[in-house]
């Protein structure tokens, strides 16, 4: 009788007989045991490699062979912003850019820091660069009178208005006038969406806004307008009166006067777009008139003796130097940037599967100057003929 061990031993021998003989007689289920075939399946990933749930990769790298823009999202934060670009960049990956992989440019005047850079790099589908800005193009420049620069920080801190007295925010609004398009990290780029910490979007995006402004030629896109503070700008219309003398071959004849004026030029009604919602075109900026512009408010010092905002300046530009046409308002993008937001209504908000509140939309408010850009993109009564 045999014992145990024996009893295994010769089990044991008759897998292998019978596993040898499938081997030579069995193409197949050689293959299937192989070596190299055992191998793959049990080798470890590289450790470069990032381990996603197939569901998750499919959906993360969707679309991105499909035609793309030149262009990028441009974001200026500072490091102690995190948790409200971390926000919005999750919103806008889970709304639009994680089907059309477009990059982000992060700009800020100083380094930004490894947790900044780990934090929003985590959670993007695509690449991110980041940008030191340059200090010519950031901070108060030397010409500028100091002594009357204070006094007129004074004068709107004592009127309440906000931002009245800080040197950082109208940095800021001059950056976004004269230079965030003249960075090395924007340089190759033809157009942007501008994205600010902290803010909302509602709905999602089945089409690709920057070819939309690629192809139909536009080169302003917004879905914010309002009045601005006349005493942040007491004398900017003036400036922009001397500008449209002086160079009226950068003016357009189909321009958007009415957006901004309600008596033809004479005067600045403040209506302006909210510029912390963009998508433009970088070349509009960069232009030959668009510079012509901005160099003429900035040796005023008007950015700085008073306190212009880059919306303001944006808006009156895309409006003089752009045709009609070659602005547009983004109906179905539903956005907030506290305490204002846009959302779109009917069949718009049920195609984005929007979460914001109809309701709540800014658009027909008494503050908003929605109802003047409807206005303005009608198209004009011809003027009466004198001699009829």
């Known amino acids: 009788m045999l014992s145990p061990a024996r009893y295994l031993l010769v089990i044991l021998l008759s897998l292998i007989g019978v596993h040898f003989l499938l081997t030579i007689t069995h193409e197949q289920y050689g293959n299937a045991i192989s070596f190299s075939h055992l191998k793959d399946k049990l080798s470890c990933p590289a450790p470069s490699e990032t381990i996603r749930p197939e569901s998750f990769a499919e959906s993360e790298f969707k679309n991105t062979t499909q035609r793309k823009s030149n262009a990028a999202f441009v974001i ?52 991110a660069e980041y940008g030191v800005i340059p200090p ?29 007295e800080s040197i950082s925010y109208r940095n800021m609004c001059r950056f976004n006038s004269g230079f965030f ?19 909302k979007f509602f709905c999602d995006l089945d089409y690709d806004p920057f070819l939309f402004m690629q192809d139909n030629k536009k080169v302003y896109g917004f879905t ?8 942040t700008i007491e004398t900017l219309w003036q400036t922009v009166k001397d500008f449209m003398q002086r160079y009226p071959e950068h003016i357009s004849e189909d321009n958007t006067m009415r957006f901004l004026s309600d008596n033809g030029g004479e005067s600045y009604n403040l209506c302006h777009f909210w510029s912390n919602f963009e998508i433009g075109d970088l070349n509009f900026w960069r232009s030959p008139a668009y510079m012509a512009f901005f160099e003429h408010l900035e040796k005023t010092g008007g950015f700085y003796y008073e306190r212009w905002g880059d919306a303001p300046v944006h808006s009156i530009a895309a409006a003089l130097l752009a045709r009609r046409d070659q602005l547009h308002f983004f109906n179905d993008i539903g956005y907030k940037h506290d305490p204002f937001m846009h959302c779109p209504t009917g069949a718009a908000h049920t195609k984005g599967k929007c979460w914001c509140d109809q309701k709540e939309s800014f658009d027909y408010d008494g503050y908003s100057c929605h109802v003047k850009y409807e206005t303005a993109m009608m198209p004009s009564t011809p003027a009466p003929d004198p001699l009829s």
């Not at 089907?99 to 929003?120: A, C, D, M, R």
């Not at 924007?186 to 969406?193: A, H, L, S």
């Open 181 to 199: 398009f003249r960075h090395p990290l924007m340089m190759k780029y033809d157009f942007y969406w501008r994205i600010e910490p902290g803010v």
């Open 224 to 231: 914010i307008s309002l009045y601005e503070f006349s005493e």
């Open 136 to 164: 010519e193009h950031w901070y108060q420049p030397e010409w500028i009178d100091e002594e009357r620069a204070t006094q007129g920080r004074l004068k709107l801190q004592q009127k309440g208005i906000i931002y009245g």
């Open 76 to 127: 200026l934060a500072r490091n102690s912003e995190l948790n409200g670009v971390l926000e919005s960049i999750k919103m806008m990956e889970d709304r639009f850019n994680r089907n059309f992989g477009y990059p982000y440019v992060f700009l800020n005047e100083k380094p930004f820091t490894s947790e900044f850079i780990k934090h929003t790099s985590d959670i993007i589908s695509t690449k």
